[in-house]
């Protein structure tokens, strides 16, 4: 019960916020740093650094390996990185994520890198999630509302907003699939939540008349939603897709009336660190100022991302246009002058796709700095030839001329892990 209090006068907070139009207010957001930085001090790591305004970009960039190597110094709750990973090893083996460290939850995560990671958020943290979750992406509602979200694991973090009015029921993916629309059927929720691999197999089933449901909103979450994922899955489900950009590190965006993803700058600062000359595109680098437990202190995503310059819903938060991917997946080659040239995984997708409008589903992947392996699905036989043709353009326009493209007869995609379609195996 003082859980769900917790939650509530979280959420007050936040409207109040809103409607005084605090959340936009430079001194405002001073206040909130001022008071993130004095409780850093009880970080052993951050309590050798000067903690003042003026340097606070003074403070080390920071990133998974480093935030794993000092686990135990960044924390401010006293949890050893070995307590945390025996805990968190010992949910994934059965599956029961329900155990804590005091009130502290620990969840563990892959990435997209494959790299393990460890999150801790305490049980305010939790109600803050939750309040915020409530106020931008699930909704408020007197209603009784069912929520069927698909994740790798869950966590006591994604069930802490269950109620008598708000119902969430986790779905394994790991678990077999035919399983899975056989309970979504029975339980016909009203919130669907997944990532956009799973949302494209529910899709699949939905026009196989196998699944029922008729959610009023979908959520995306984890991966890169793709344009012409997008495409298909509103068509199936008859409604506009929403998005949710979560990780690791944070719940960083969300979608706004008009479909675009916002940084969630009321509570998040966001640095850009640009990737090319035009300044189009950038790593972001964040510090969440909710987050105290397991501090996120300019915290350099490895997510390619682009912005647009407004939004006709009208919020002030940075806009953003796309989210392409990792840098890890940028396509390198050495071109006809001997110069190093990257290419974004954005425009090898776009070529891919609008080569040929049968084609399913696609996987590029760079295995030597010459050699790319191309998989293409589709009903066509010409689907392939079109999409080799396209990229062999597009390198030649970069003057890239040394270079084979191969053909994969299949490419098995394992569900759980986090789905790319243009993959780097050179680096």
Known sequence: ?????????????????????????????????????????????????????????????????????????????????????????????SRDFSATIGEISV?????????????????????????YMIDRVIG????????????????????????NRLSFNFFDIYKKFDDHIERLN????????????VLMILANKKQANLLTINPSKIISVA??????????????????LAEVYQCTEGFLASSCSEGNLHFNEDFLIIEKKYLNKEKTKFHPI????LRKTQPIVRYELNDIISLKESCSCGSKFLTIDSIEGRSDDL???????????????DILRRTIVLSCERIEDYVLIQKKHKVLELYIK????????????????????????????????????????????IINESN
């Open 1 to 93: 019960m003082y859980f769900k209090l917790k939650i509530l006068l979280f959420l007050v907070k936040i409207k109040t916020e809103r409607l005084l139009g605090l959340q936009h207010r430079e001194w405002y957001k001073k206040i909130k740093i001022l008071f993130f930085l004095s409780h850093l001090k009880r970080s052993d790591f951050y309590s050798s650094f000067h903690l003042i305004r003026e340097k606070f970009s003074q403070l080390p960039l920071m990133n998974k390996s480093l935030l794993m190597q000092h686990f135990n110094a960044i924390n401010t709750c006293g949890v050893t990185y070995q307590q945390a990973f025996d805990l968190a090893l010992n949910a994934e083996k």
């Open 107 to 131: 969840g563990l995560s892959t990435g997209t890198s494959g790299n393990r990671g460890m999150f801790l958020v305490s049980d305010s943290e939790r109600a803050k999630w939750v309040a």
């Open 140 to 163: 408020f509602s007197f209603n009784k509302t069912k929520v069927a979200f698909f994740l790798r694991a869950n966590n006591k973090l994604y069930e802490s907003a269950r109620s």
């Open 186 to 197: 029975a339980l016909h929720p009203d919130i669907l939540i997944a990532q956009p691999s």
């Open 223 to 240: 991966e890169v939603l793709t344009q012409e994922d997008r495409s298909y899955i509103e068509a199936v489900f008859q409604l506009k």
């Open 286 to 289: 964040v510090t969440d100022l």
């Open 331 to 345: 396509i390198t080659f050495v071109d006809k002058n001997k110069t190093t040239v990257r290419i974004f995984p």
């Open 378 to 421: 589709s009903q066509k036989e010409e689907s392939y030839a079109l999409a080799e043709n396209a990229l062999v353009k597009v390198l030649k326009k970069y003057t890239i001329v040394d270079f084979k493209i191969y053909k994969l007869a299949s490419y098995e995609f394992k569900i759980g892990d986090k789905k790319r379609r």
